[in-house]
């Protein structure tokens, strides 16, 4: 079972912002571990969006950004755009786990 | 241009063994960790076991018991999943992942594109 929490879901309009939000504890976000996300269209293998809490890799747009606080995470997409419908996961590490690496539950992103 | 192909998925009935491959190219593979990765059709991503550059380091989720083994042939290219004692609930696409960096887990920044396995009598 997942330890990082997630919405199961959100949506927006064209061109709204709107956030993913990923809730974890004091064992993995919480003790300083950082938080990457993935993008995952259905279909398709998922793919690094952002990693070390707020990096973007390379080609990535900016419309895509990540921060941490505390013993949680977000990853925030302004401009939505049609392509960005998708499920996005979180994933960080738990000490309480052996060092794990941890994924969240999931949103699925909704571009109405 | 980074790619990793997995392969050795397939029907498989309960109780029985299976070993998947992964074979890696366009970076060089004894620079990074690897992982397994699975995901049940329509769920969420679960992370299955992590090994590093040199294999000094291996890891498994909890919920395998013991069941699987991890293991990468770095002359080869090659990642490998040995899964024993197969049960229904491991029914899942496989994928195969590069870390960001080769002895410790962090971002997974390359996936391939997975391998089906199906546990049924």
């Known amino acids: 079972q997942s330890v990082l929490t997630q919405p199961p879901s959100v949506s927006g309009a064209p061109g709204q912002r709107v956030t993913i939000s990923c809730t974890g504890s004091?064992?993995?976000?919480?003790?300083?571990?950082?938080v990457h996300w993935y993008q995952q269209v259905p279909g398709t293998a998922p793919k690094l969006l952002i990693y070390?809490?707020?990096n973007r890799p390379s080609g990535v747009p900016d419309r895509f950004s990540g921060a941490k606080s505390g013993t949680s995470a977000s990853l925030a997409i302004t401009g939505l755009q049609a392509e960005d419908e998708a499920d996005y996961y979180c994933?960080?590490?738990?000490?309480?786990?052996?060092?794990?690496?941890?994924f969240g539950t999931g949103t699925k992103v909704t571009v109405l | 241009e980074v790619q990793l192909v997995e392969s050795g998925g397939g029907l498989v009935q309960p109780g029985m063994s299976l070993r998947l491959s992964c074979a890696a190219s366009?970076?060089?593979?004894?620079?990074?960790?690897m992982h397994w990765v699975r995901q049940t059709p329509g769920k969420g991503l679960e992370w299955v076991s992590g090994?590093?550059?040199?294999?000094?380091?291996?890891a498994y989720a909890d919920a395998l018991e013991g069941r699987f083994t991890i293991s990468r042939d770095n002359a080869k290219n090659s990642l490998y999943l040995q899964m024993n004692s197969l049960r229904a609930e491991d029914t899942a696409l496989y994928y195969c992942?590069?870390?960001?960096?080769?002895?410790?887990?962090?971002?997974?920044?390359?996936w391939g594109q997975g391998t089906l396995v199906t546990v049924s009598s």
């Open positions: 994933q960080s590490n738990d000490s309480s786990l052996r060092g794990s690496c941890v």
């Open positions: 070390g809490n707020y």
């Open positions: 992942a590069k870390d960001h960096y080769s002895s410790s887990w962090y971002s997974l920044d390359f």
């Open positions: 004091s064992s993995n976000i919480g003790a300083g571990n950082d």
């Open positions: 366009g970076f060089i593979f004894d620079d990074y960790a």
């Open positions: 090994i590093t550059w040199n294999s000094g380091t291996i």
